[in-house]
């Protein structure tokens, strides 16, 4: 069971990113997937997540209004577009996959975590 975390990368403040999470050993179909973030000297924090049973999203304030999640369960691949990136946007995002269909905001609820991919906004 693995997670690929992907899209990061450098970007000025006002852009966009969307980050994708491939899922590999086993399917997007079962398990809620959540993002988190870790900003430099901080703890890890829930950013989203998605619910497979009924799609159902949420969002942390910080993101809420300007982030969207969703899965595709074809390409077996979750994703995470941030707009309006802020500099306190920067960290590393990590995409996570909870052994269940419904997502939570708890980082214990996460059995399998990604890499992490880092976002810089910056100008």
């Known amino acids: 069971v693995q997670l690929q975390a992907s899209g990061g990368g450098l970007v000025q403040p006002g852009g966009s990113l969307r980050l994708s999470c491939v899922l590999s050993?086993?399917?997007?179909?079962?398990?809620?997937i959540g993002w988190f973030r870790q900003a430099p000297g901080k703890e890890r924090e829930w950013v989203s997540y998605i619910s497979s049973r009924d799609s159902r999203t949420r969002y942390a304030d910080p993101v809420k209004g300007r982030s969207t999640i969703a899965g595709d369960n074809a390409k077996n691949t979750a994703y995470l577009q941030i707009n309006t990136l802020k500099p306190e946007d920067t960290a590393v995002y990590y995409c996570?996959?909870?052994?269940?269909?419904?997502?939570?905001?708890?980082?214990?609820?996460?059995?399998?975590w990604g890499q992490g991919t880092l976002v810089t906004v910056s100008s």
């Open positions: 050993g086993f399917t997007l179909d079962y398990y809620a």
């Open positions: 996570a996959a909870a052994l269940r269909s419904y997502g939570s905001d708890n980082q214990r609820d996460y059995k399998y």
